[in-house]
């Protein structure tokens, strides 16, 4: 995570470096553990001569010195102690550089002991470096990004080692089941392999294509063939659109979607082949034929009513079409509705019955659908971020404590998601949710760096006509910048995805072959991979609505690229190295159109490589340890396009070069600290990284 100088220049060498994975911190911990903490320093940088952790306990700074552990493979390790005080415990680490070894730049690339220290700063006098999860830095930090670790329950396991599919059930597959739905008043009917996704204009949301839950369950030997072991599906309750996200009931299953039944069959068949399946429930909103707010226009003295917000009537002058933002309108009463969306009124989770009738009644949508005989394996929350806000009222807490607390209750193992469009982390603290779906970290800035030449796309929402391209140096800085503030836990269970049923698909945003560079980071960096139905195929659209086409299971002329193999070999070499499930990440290099990074365990090792274009990237003397500089002579575990290692003397580094966008992934022997047995044994009973 730390591992570029900020701000600054991509640097010549490695640098000063700590994760929270188990190479460096704890996998768990408790209130009043003492935790152990590991960072390390390589030669090439330089010599620290003093190491502090600065931890926040109760609010209040406080710095306790590391020991150093010796050296290995060219690199320093330190070894403190800090104890975990509150639920989100925060440190960062401190680093003093004798004046010798120090010129007021880096150390490693001055002229040393030249007593230049900058404006203010006495001639002798030693350097500091604070090194938090967003990076190195020459000067005090804000607490936004230190590491966090926390003691909430864990997750469950197969959250974090899984790869999820994500199923739009209107337009993944139709069974013969289907013929026998009739297209409902709302709908548009729309025939699979012949009629085009309207992306925009009025017939958009209505658009019916008749895909149903047996036809996800017929195609389950496609999806666990690309790897994948969780199902997300996309709301599967009766509704009067194509999303089903404005649904009429919480109490049923859709019966175009093959009703009870259906959801029964599927998920017993994905649970025999060992695939969890989530859904989707929207918890900010309802549809407006909702059976709650059809009771609450019907008698504004319900208990319904107080579900929802409804502000003042219109006098009988007021004639005015439409209403303001964020409020629909029906008759004369206004009310307040998703991004003014009269169809999605919104939610009052001031309403103690909603909070009954939402979550704590035993046929509660929270909680009947995990039970049997549904057994969802757990939900991912719609609008998480806006859901309980609503102006100056904030109960989004709240909100998701009350649903974590009674999925839990519930199911242990059973896993909670929450979207978040936006800089997610302050409201994911591993306390409820397990885990984001978020766009800000990976996909908008992956984009950017592999923007290819569309003329427009919906670049989430912005006012741009795309993506604005950057650099990698720029994608590795954004990526940092919005994902830092995540503890480790929360960074392994955030979902990863390269587009989803809400943006635009990465085969049209990306340059050529831009969605297998895009996939390999997806398969490769912290996180859980998102695979969105079609992405296999290759399938284009420049928005969300555009990108939901139905699948070409019977029209080969729409696979635009079959990706399926490539799909399945990331998924299986994933599912294979702990390094890449739990391991921790250093970044090697980003710079223009190359980068370079490694997950490591003490057992393991994966070095990734992705190029967008002709491009080298130049590892330094100390970047990787020889036994793992050494195993770049072997062929990669995966690669794509013109991708070479050059390997010499492990003194003189290495270096990758693509001769065209490419990307290669090579196994590599694990990293382990020096004395990692002798430190064990005077450590029993200590929390602290395994040796």
Known sequence: MAAFLQPGPVPPGPLPHHDGSPLHAPRRTALGDTARLRMRVPAAWGHAARVWVRSVQDGEPRYDAARSLGESDGWTWWETEMTVTNPVARYRFLLEVAAGEYDGGTPGTGTLGTGTFGSGTAAGSPGYWSLNAQGLFRRDVSDYADFRLTSFPAAPQWLRRGTMYQVFPDRFARSADADSHPAPDWAIPSGWDRTPVEGTGPATPFQFYGGDLTGVAEKLDHIQGLGADIIYLTPFFPARSNHRYDASTFNAVDPLLGGESALVK???????????VLGDLTANHSGDAHEWFRRALADPASAETGYYYFTESKGPESKEPGTKPGTGEQGVRNYEAWYGVASLPKLNWSSEELKHKF??????????????PFNLDGWRIDVGNMTGRLGATDLNREVARLIADRVRDINPEAALLAEATNDA???????????????????????SWLAGDAAHVNFFGTPLAGPNRMGAEDFLATHLDLAA???????????????????ARAATVMIDGGQLLGAVMMFTLPGVPVVFAGDEFGLK?????????????????RVEADLRPSYSSLAS???????????????LYADGDALAYVRETAESAVLVFVARAAARADLAAGALSPAQFAALAADPAFSTGDVTAYTGAWATGTRISAGEA?????????????????AAGSAAGMKGPPV
């Open 425 to 447: 982390a302050p409201d994911f603290t591993g306390e409820h949710w397990h885990g984001a779906m978020t766009y800000a970290n990976f996909t908008r800035p992956l984009w």
């Open 541 to 557: 659209g420049h928005n969300g609505e555009d990108a939901r086409t139905p699948m070409p299971w019977d029209d080969p002329r």
């Open 485 to 503: 503030a995540f503890s480790w836990d929360l960074r392994l269970q955030n979902m990863n995805a390269l587009n989803s049923h809400d943006t």
């Open 662 to 678: 490419a990307a290669a992934v090579w196994v590599l022997p694990g990293t382990r600290a020096p004395g990692a047995e002798a």
């Open 359 to 372: 979550v704590l009644d035993d046929d509660s949508p929270v909680a009947r659908w995990l039970r049997p």
């Open 573 to 587: 070499l994933r599912r294979g190295q702990p390094a890449l499930t739990e391991g921790g990440i250093r970044w």
């Open 266 to 276: 599927l998920v017993e068949a994905a649970h025999v082949r060992g695939i969890k």
